[in-house]
């Protein structure tokens, strides 16, 4: 074999495998470019496997002309595909390239087929004599003649295009541009170095095939110099998506945290909206009777009974706060008022004292603190649920001194801060982080469930303030509330009352109302017909909704006081049959509730238009709400709250 065919060979095999890498890349998304390339390579490759073929068939001229026409064809096809690749877009779409370089490949490529084809390339009256001693070259074959000529011209100025186009973009800084310049040149060089060869004026091997490979090269390099900064840059990528969705991974984790404490919250709204209905109502005319007894005392009873009396009826009341606490989160605040924090701190401390004093001293540090914004009763209970928490962890533990203190401070921004500190074993480190949340409790193994820490940061929450919970460093747990302080045009409770015009004498004066109480609990329809008759009014009551229409349909009611939750026909169903039949009797109705248990019910509760009665009801506030609808009733002369009068 000759040192020709040798060398066409090894062109060959770099070819093949260039063109192969680059046409199993050329798959990829964002590749497509890349079977150009791979096209290139693999005309590279077709005349490089032609010149083997060639080189071998030594002694057969007809074959080498054959030979030496379909290898000018493949370098005119060679030259086009470096053409599109320079001029077309990314897409490599002919359609792509401008139209002077689409018109003068196809031409060119067409003369070039024509030529080949039509066997008009080769002088068969002359020889091309190749003899080269020194590297054991004598190669004899048909010279080309001015057809021929001609057709490697037009290879050498397609290429040449190529080449300028290139030249340019490496001047304007475009990667890899100047590389594939110089491959071009070298190949071109190659090109005219087979043309003097060919005519005689230098002696040396026919260099077209190494010429392919270095028009191949630099394309090579140019794609592995893609592929190696597409992979960092998918790797910077990965390692970055990785970060991305370890944070979303977190943020997810949070959210769904997040969504399963307001899933909690929201259990816990509806189970107090429940148990207050539950507990509201034996517990309204429980305080309706010992409101009652409690009027009915003579002079001659004992200040023991008396004592008893009143005792009995702070613990209904604070029973009646519990409950109103569960449903702190989403607390009004249009009945704040201006409120001394001392007065609150005082009233925690006598609430808490039975249930403190068995288990620790209690001791309190009050300085002189600005007033506070809130509900009185409201506040109160915040301090009592971790003054009794204080007194249980004392109880639980081993501790030789036993001391619950509260501190009041104002801050250096103007706040106010409640400190209630207890010598106790401290919270535990690992609950510590969730407390507060429902369910949540260091107590378990005694009963605990949690829900007085919650209480207390719904209060804490609706008042505006921060709940701290900590171990202090000297031993202990440390419940700190921070409050801001009122604003100065904030109203005294005092003020508030005096806003409310007086109305005109009904309740408990010769001026009786006709109220009608709407309930399906009979005790309690007893204990409000008991109480509404002492303070002077006439009462008809009723076990439903439907009874309750009956009554309307035949008589006129000052007042009609109905509860929301009733089997059947609720209270709101009722409010929007009188609003169908009777709008007059609508006007006076005053619905009597422990809580909202629906989002419906809530809905309805908050409209400007209903009058609500919070279940334990008191006397004074009884009495309130029936002059604010008395003095706001319709007229006898209006046709009255119902039926006929």
């Not at 309706?288 to 613990?315: C, K, N, V, W």
């Not at 909704?545 to 006081?561: M, P, S, T």
Request: aromatic content about 6%.
């Amino acid at each position: 074999m000759s040192l020709h065919a040798v060398v066409a060979l090894i062109a060959v095999f770099l070819q093949a495998a260039s063109a192969g890498v680059m046409y199993f890349i050329a798959r990829a998304p964002g590749w497509e470019r890349v079977r150009l390339m791979a096209a290139i390579a693999l005309t590279a490759g077709t005349y490089s496997a032609v010149d083997v073929w060639f080189y071998v068939a030594l002694d057969d001229l007809d074959l080498r002309a054959v030979l030496v026409r379909v290898n000018l064809f493949v370098a005119t096809v060679h030259a086009a595909m470096w053409m599109r690749f320079t001029f077309a877009d990314a897409s490599g779409r002919v359609g792509s390239m401008p139209r002077w370089t689409r018109w003068a490949t196809g031409a060119m490529l067409a003369v070039a087929a024509a030529a080949a084809a039509g066997d008009l390339v080769l002088d068969y009256d002359r020889f091309t004599h190749v003899q080269v001693p020194w590297l054991g070259l004598d190669e004899r074959t048909y010279a080309f003649n001015d057809v021929g000529n001609a057709v490697a011209l037009i290879v050498l100025l397609l290429l040449g295009a190529s080449l300028v186009q290139h030249v340019r973009r490496g001047q304007r800084g475009e990667r890899g541009a100047m590389g594939i310049a110089i491959g071009l040149t070298l190949y071109a060089l190659c090109i005219i170095e087979e043309a003097l060869v060919a005519s005689g004026v230098i002696e040396f091997m026919y260099l077209g095939s190494p010429g392919y490979v270095f028009a191949v090269l630099p394309l090579t390099i140019q794609l592995l110099g893609r592929f190696g900064s597409d992979a960092r840059r998918l790797a910077q990528l990965s390692t970055r998506l990785s970060s991305e969705v370890e944070v979303r991974t977190v943020e997810r984790d949070e959210a769904r945290e997040s969504l399963v404490e307001q899933q909690r919250l929201a259990a816990l709204g509806r189970l107090a909206a429940g148990v207050g209905h539950e507990i509201n109502n034996p517990l309204q005319y429980v305080l309706f009777h010992l409101e009652e007894l409690q009027a009915s005392l003579g002079p001659t009873a004992s200040e023991a009974d008396r004592e008893a009396l009143r005792s009995a009826l702070e613990g209904a009341q604070r029973i009646g706060r519990v409950v109103s606490g569960l449903r702190t989160y989403g607390v009004s605040q249009e009945s704040y008022r201006r409120i001394a924090i001392a007065d609150v701190v005082e009233a925690a401390l006598r609430i808490a004292a039975p249930r403190v004093r068995h288990e620790a001293t209690l001791h309190a540090d009050i300085e002189l603190v600005p007033d506070v914004l809130g509900d009185e009763g409201q506040l109160v209970q915040m301090l009592v649920n971790p003054l009794v928490n204080a007194a249980q962890a004392l109880a639980d533990s081993a501790a030789t001194r036993r001391e619950v203190t509260v501190r009041v401070r104002a801050t250096s921004d103007g706040w106010v801060e409640v400190t209630i500190a207890d010598t106790g074993p401290g919270f535990d480190p690992e609950v510590l982080p969730r407390l507060g949340e429902p369910y949540v409790t260091t107590r378990a193994f005694s009963g605990g469930t949690g829900l007085g820490l919650v209480i207390t940061r719904g209060l804490v929450d609706a008042h505006g303030g921060t709940l701290t919970l900590a171990n202090a460093a000297a031993g202990g747990a440390e419940v700190r509330i921070r409050l801001p302080a009122a604003p100065p045009d904030a109203l005294l409770p005092s003020d508030a009352m005096a806003d409310t015009p007086a109305p005109a004498s009904v309740a408990g004066t010769s001026q009786a109302a006709h109220i009608l109480v709407v309930d399906d609990e009979p005790m309690l329809l007893v204990a409000m017909q008991r109480l509404l008759q002492r303070m002077g009014h006439r009462v008809t009551t009723a076990p439903n909704g439907e009874v309750a229409l009956a009554f309307v349909a035949r008589e006129r009611f000052d007042v009609i006081i109905s509860d929301l939750m009733m089997p059947g026909m609720s209270g709101q169903m009722l409010a929007e049959r009188l609003a169908e039949t009777y709008p007059e009797a609508r006007r006076v109705f005053v619905v009597m509730t422990g809580g909202a248990v629906t989002a419906t019910d809530a809905d309805f509760l908050a409209r400007e238009d209903v009058s609500v009665l919070s279940k334990p009801v008191g006397r004074r506030e009884l009495d309130a709400v029936l002059r604010r609808v008395l003095t706001s009733r319709p007229s006898s002369t209006e046709g009255g709250a119902g039926g006929p009068p």
